[in-house]
């Protein structure tokens, strides 16, 4: 059963950079879609990054476009996201998910615990 374990998280001034890991285990992460979806405070869940099985498609939400990079290393059965820029507002539990088809549907059968992300001075 593939169960996913984020790691990376932690507290960072604004204009800092954090990378996030997604570290698949119980099963290969390359037949599966990954995405990043974080839960602010007060919000709703909002997906932020994801790439496709073959990392040959990656989407992002307009508010991260050009300082969050997803990527993935099918090697290592890993999947990162390296965040720059970071800002207030990108505060929040990130975690990451997986589905065959999770970047078309946007919904996702696997998800791991989550890793808390906190932009502040």
């Known amino acids: 059963q593939l169960q996913l374990v984020e790691s990376g998280g932690g507290l960072v001034q604004p204009g800092g950079s954090l990378r996030l890991s997604c570290a698949a285990r119980?099963?290969?992460?390359?037949?599966?879609?990954i995405g990043w979806i974080r839960q602010a405070p007060g919000k709703e869940q909002e997906g932020v990054a994801c790439?496709?099985?073959?990392?040959?498609?990656?989407d992002y939400i307009l508010s991260v476009e050009g300082r969050f990079t997803i990527s993935r290393d099918n090697a290592k059965n890993t999947v990162y996201l390296q965040m720059n820029s970071l800002e207030p507002e990108d505060t929040g539990i990130y975690y990451c998910?997986?589905?065959?088809?999770?970047?078309?549907?946007?919904?996702?059968?696997?998800w791991g615990q989550g890793t808390q992300v906190t932009v502040s001075s």
């Open positions: 998910a997986a589905d065959p088809d999770g970047c078309k549907t946007t919904t996702f059968g696997s």
């Open positions: 119980g099963a290969s992460l390359d037949a599966y879609d």
């Open positions: 790439i496709g099985s073959k990392g040959n498609r990656e």
